[in-house]
């Protein structure tokens, strides 16, 4: 497995923006699919946006024109900008990766597949208060 590992979560108001990264290295970023989830309290974990190595990225319907996904193939990091955060934004936000073999941006469902990917991050928090 490869290390991910997440920082810049934190509590913001509605309204307000994060910008996540994943520090990850070289290889994992020049060869690898990289995709955001996360799972709010509760509840099962989704896709929020992926990115493959050619740099074709998707979006969730509920992240379409707030977040942005990206990449600093000098830095190895994988970014997701957050903007105007709603409270149902909040819960724990996993950065994770997959060799990209063709399959990791849509499933038969048209989500991120959640399945395809096999390395982890141990989470980063945001919280939205309202």
């Known amino acids: 497995q490869v290390q991910l590992v997440e920082s810049g979560g934190d509590s913001v108001q509605t309204g307000g923006s994060l910008r996540l990264s994943c520090l990850t290295s070289?290889?994992?970023?020049?060869?690898?699919?990289m995709a955001w989830f996360r799972q709010p309290a509760g509840k099962e974990r989704e896709g929020v946006a992926a990115?493959?190595?050619?740099?074709?990225?998707t979006y969730a319907d509920s992240a379409k024109g707030r977040f942005t996904i990206s990449q600093d193939n000098v830095k190895n990091i994988l970014y997701l900008q957050m903007n105007s955060l709603k409270p149902e934004d909040s819960a724990m936000y996993y950065c994770?990766?997959?060799?990209?073999?063709?399959?990791?941006?849509?499933?038969?469902?048209?989500?991120?597949?959640?399945?395809?990917?096999?390395?982890w991050g141990q989470g980063t928090q945001v919280t939205v208060s309202s």
């Open positions: 994770a990766a997959v060799p990209d073999l063709g399959t990791c941006l849509y499933s038969d469902s048209g989500q991120i597949p959640l399945s395809e990917y096999n390395s």
């Open positions: 990115i493959d190595s050619g740099g074709t990225s």
């Open positions: 070289e290889y994992i970023i020049s060869g690898y699919c």
